[in-house]
Nanobody
Framework: VQLQASGGGLVQAGGSLRVSCVASGRTSSLYFAGWFRQAPGKEREVVAVTNWRGGHTWHADSVKGRFTISKDNAQDTVYLHMNRLKPEDTAVYYC????????????????????WGQGTQVTVSS
């Protein structure tokens, strides 16, 4: 499975941005997809997760109500719609996919994902 992320950029605080992640390869074997982010000097953290078939989502408290993860099943593409962006949202955003179930429940740890995209920079200016 290969993941290709795109859509990052520079936006002013309060603005919106959408990042995309196109999956290719044996995508039918996937269980979950997630978006993570990593700011300079900080650990990579989970932002949002969706089951691969779509319909069930989870969002971190820090982005709940502002960000929405969605999936286009026909295009095998996962989106992260980001609204009301804040400077603290500035980070490199990574998409990830899980090819092997580790446990029951929403996978929120980086160790629970098997495939990673290359990352896309999102910068929010104040």
């Amino acid at each position: 499975v290969q993941l290709q992320a795109s859509g990052g950029g520079l936006v002013q605080a309060g603005g919106s941005l959408r990042v995309s992640c196109v999956a290719s390869g044996r995508t039918s074997s996937l269980y979950f997809a997630g978006w993570f982010r990593q700011a300079p000097g900080k650990e990579r953290e989970v932002v949002a997760v969706t089951n691969w078939r779509g319909g069930h989502t989870w969002h971190a408290d820090s982005v709940k109500g502002r960000f929405t993860i969605s999936k286009d099943n026909a295009q095998d593409t996962v989106y992260l719609h980001m609204n009301r962006l804040k400077p603290e949202d500035t980070a490199v955003y990574y998409c990830a996919a899980q090819g092997r179930l580790r446990r029951v429940g929403v996978p929120t740890g980086t160790y629970e994902y098997d495939y990673w995209g290359q990352g896309t920079q999102v910068t929010v200016s104040s």
